[in-house]
């Protein structure tokens, strides 16, 4: 057993035993803080005090984002770069009171907490007056104790919450502005389990059984030492205990303690993204037999290792990590996290095939990585975009030397109890890398981290890939190498960087734009030639072939790099420049294009082809995808691309009539035919041993007759937050998606839901994402759904000029 540091007085009762585990009563009050806030654009100084008049304020829910509310203009100072959308100053208040039979019973043994797990950015929090502090990086979670300022009875509080995104640019892309993640107040004892204070990990692991070693620190705000007793139970998913530990302690005035508890877990059943299996650490905190805390913490059981010639090992099994890089904003939901429209992308990247998700280039919102560890998704837990040296004028560069460590050590002690994360990362293509500062910084951040978690390697996302170049590598700190691009070298990495474990931590940065076809598609091209080259060719319609066959210059297609990765072992895995297109970032293309071309997934959720090339290769599943669409010029030559997987060949047909055979050779990853258009019907049929495996159709559309909408879920949970996303396809008469259909979509909406956004995934769309209506792109766009916190019905009907209406009915409970 290890030394337990800080412990007094223990004794640890091993007790073994099954049955429903639930705690007599809660002794840590969790209460959702986002309602019933108040808010104002602008500066409000003098909005921290009781009785400032903000009847004119705007009511609202969080999270909120206010820059997803705005008009887009090249003019923001925010620029195209950052989504140009408006940011500034904007100011949030929130009454509340607190019974005073708390102040009688209770509040002399409680402390309460408010927690913010977001706030872009410069959040600085007052209660009652008082000052509580300034958090300037945006993606930090941060805490504030409440206790001492609190009022009771008829007395009310007053949090207010000045949010400054003035200072711009800050970012390279779309940020959004405000309260943008969830916000809750914490009530506990006096004694209670610090702020993320525990620490769960599995120094051993085989199939027949864990080793858990649990850390947990225990902090007294009390004014006198206190006897304590620590009672852990490890759950499994269908809530028995199987396993518990008792430790006695005691804990002195205003401090805290450490207690350290060991378990065994019989024939563990292991965490992995085919099974995602969650235990949990479920802890109750008594003084002299009182019940002052109970606290929950996330379980998965798994080992894992990187090898410097095999790659990557999960549980014993090789595994190639197949990742994605997203940002964090939402789409038409912007960065306001909502955990339905995060658990949707987790959804459709499942589907595709991939099992990892590296959060560029920053810490993630907690719900993301909740979904992860229940999905099943390995994560790579990035903390910064920049260190000393900026990247854009106002980025974090300007408060590195005061926060990157408190940024960095909070990010880790927020998130390494997730089994998901299976690496950390310092910085993505970090300025640093190229002069000596690179080599001392680099040992300070791992340093960080190790003195947290040594369970996990340290890797960096690095541009510059000679090693005598580059200074952070030059450190030796790195547990793994991390590459960004570089496709073409790595079957030199072996020989430049033996005996490193490596990874492609950020790769592709193809351009495609969904349903858009530019013929001929056999041709590769790089959209800026260089960084100093301006960018003379593409549509006027600021649109990119859908075709894979564009990237940008430092970059490649989505093909090119996966054939440089699928076959080397010792390239761990990668991920893909991104999973999702993104709000900002348009490169290369100027305004009005206002969100980025490099998704996979389009902006509003809808795959473009190349998610069909991934699934074709990351899943087991026989697939066929065929494309493009079958309304052309008369005679007009057409590149048909197919992909498909668990078969020999494809045939092509077109009216019946068969255009060929065709197989992949080589290293080829999708087959081609060129014919010449003539309206009817195509078909592909794969085969393998000559039996028939699947078949496609596209047929050529005619005139938009109707609408379609398909909604991902019918039966909502009625608690204010959770989402339908509804698909809206403008059809022909017989069925088919007309695929230049551009109609205005007008939604109505009615009962007990509102439409929170909608889009078409189209990239130079200035139509606003709050409204209700739409313009389809290629046939499509979208609407979002939210519920209301009453039980009831939800009619949403969609109209456009000249098309037959469709309606649909959502059920909330």
């Known amino acids: 057993m290890r030394k337990l540091f800080s412990l007094i007085g223990a004794s640890i009762l091993f007790l073994a035993f099954f049955g429903c585990t639930k705690p007599s009563k809660e002794a840590r009050l969790i209460h959702d803080f986002n309602k019933d806030w108040q808010f104002h654009l602008g500066d409000h100084p003098d909005a921290i005090q009781m009785d400032f008049d903000a009847s004119d304020w705007r009511n609202l829910r969080l999270p909120h984002d206010w820059s997803i509310e705005g008009e887009f203009s090249e003019d923001h100072p925010t620029r195209p770069e950052g989504g140009a959308l408006p940011a500034g100053i904007g100011w949030y208040r929130k009454t509340f009171t607190v019974p005073q039979e708390a102040a ?254 590296r959060t560029a280039h920053n810490p993630p919102s907690p719900e993301l990585l909740q979904l992860c560890d229940s999905m099943g998704f390995i994560v790579q837990d990035e903390a910064f975009d ?204 100027p305004y009005p294009a206002r969100s980025s071309y490099f998704g996979i997934i389009d902006l509003a959720g809808f795959p473009k082809d190349s998610y069909y090339m991934y699934q074709s290769e990351w899943t087991d599943k026989a697939m066929l995808h065929v494309f493009p669409h079958w309304n052309w010029q008369e005679g007009q030559e057409v590149d048909i691309w197919a992909y498909y997987n668990q078969a020999d060949e494809v045939e092509l047909f077109l009216n019946g009539e068969s255009q060929g055979v065709k197989k992949k050779e080589g290293d080829d990853l999708h087959v081609m035919w060129r014919i010449p258009f003539e309206p009817g019907t195509l078909k592909v049929i794969s085969r393998k041993d000559g039996k028939v495996v699947l078949e496609k159709e596209i047929h050529t559309a005619g005139e938009a007759s109707r609408i379609e909408m398909t909604p991902d879920r019918i039966q909502l949970k009625a608690n204010g937050k959770d989402m339908s996303f509804i698909t809206v396809n403008i059809l022909d008469e017989e069925g088919n998606l007309v695929p230049e259909a551009d109609n205005v979509v007008n939604f109505e909406i009615v009962g007990e839901g509102h439409i929170a956004g909608v889009d078409n995934g189209y990239q130079a769309s200035l139509e606003p994402f709050k409204a209700d209506y739409r313009k389809a792109f290629h046939g499509k766009c979208l609407v979002i759904v939210e519920t209301n916190e009453n039980a009831g019905k939800i009619t949403l009907k969609a109209t456009a000029e000249g098309l037959e209406p469709s309606e649909i009915v959502l059920e909330t409970n």
């Open 386 to 589: 920049v260190w000393k040296k900026k990247k854009v004028d106002a980025d974090g560069h300007l408060f590195w030397d005061e926060w990157h460590k408190r940024d960095l050590e909070d990010l880790i002690l927020r998130d390494r109890n997730h089994p998901s994360i299976m690496m950390w990362s310092i910085g993505n293509e970090i300025r640093e890398q190229f002069d000596s500062t690179g080599l001392t910084i680099t040992k300070e951040l791992v340093d960080i981290v190790k003195n947290l978690d040594t369970t996990r390697p340290v890797t960096c996302a690095l541009t510059e890939n000679i090693p005598d170049k580059n200074y952070i590598y030059q450190s030796g700190a790195l547990d793994l190498l991390g590459f960004n691009y570089k496709h073409k070298d790595h079957k030199n990495f072996p020989e430049w960087y033996p005996g490193e474990k490596l990874i492609a931590t950020e790769n592709m940065s193809a351009l495609a734009t969904r349903g858009q076809y530019d013929l001929p598609s056999d041709t590769t091209m790089r959209w800026p030639q260089a960084h100093d080259i301006p960018l003379e060719t593409g549509n006027e319609d600021l649109t990119v072939s859908a075709y894979d066959q564009v990237s940008a210059y430092w970059g490649s297609t989505h093909e090119e790099t996966w054939k440089s990765i699928k076959d080397q072992d010792f390239m761990s895995g990668l991920f893909v420049w991104t999973g999702f297109d993104y709000l900002g970032e348009p490169i290369p293309y």
């Open 104 to 357: 009688n019973k209770e509040a002399a043994n409680k402390t309460t907490w408010v927690e913010f797990d977001g706030v872009y950015r410069n959040g600085e929090v007052w209660i009652n007056g008082q000052h509580l502090g300034k958090r300037p990086n945006g993606y930090s979670s941060f805490h504030y104790d409440l206790t001492p300022y609190l009022n009771y009875g008829d007395s009310s509080n007053i949090i207010a919450v000045k949010v400054d995104n003035s200072q711009q640019p800050n970012s390279r892309w779309y940020t959004g502005s405000g309260i943008y993640r969830n916000v809750r107040l914490v009530t506990t004892g006096k004694v209670h389990v610090a702020h993320w204070g525990s620490f769960v990990t599995t120094p051993e692991v085989s199939e027949d059984v864990a080793k858990v070693n649990f850390q947990l620190n225990l902090k007294n705000d009390g004014k006198e030492d206190q006897p304590l007793k620590v009672l852990s139970k490890i759950i499994d998913q269908e809530n028995k205990v199987i396993a518990s530990l008792e430790t006695d302690s005691l804990i002195a005035a205003n401090a805290v303690v450490l207690v350290e508890q060991d378990f065994s877990v019989q024939s563990p059943k292991l965490w992995s993204p085919d099974n995602p299996y969650m235990y949990q650490v479920q802890t109750e905190v008594y003084v002299n037999d009182q019940l002052v805390d109970n606290y929950q913490t996330p379980l998965g059981i798994r080992y894992f290792s990187f090898d410097p010639e095999e790659g990557f090992f999960l549980n014993g099994e090789y595994m190639k990590i197949l990742g994605v890089c997203n940002h964090h904003d939402l789409g038409a939901l912007g960065a306001a996290v909502n955990k339905r429209a995060i658990e949707r992308r987790l959804e459709i990247l499942k589907e595709m095939g991939a099992n990892a998700i």
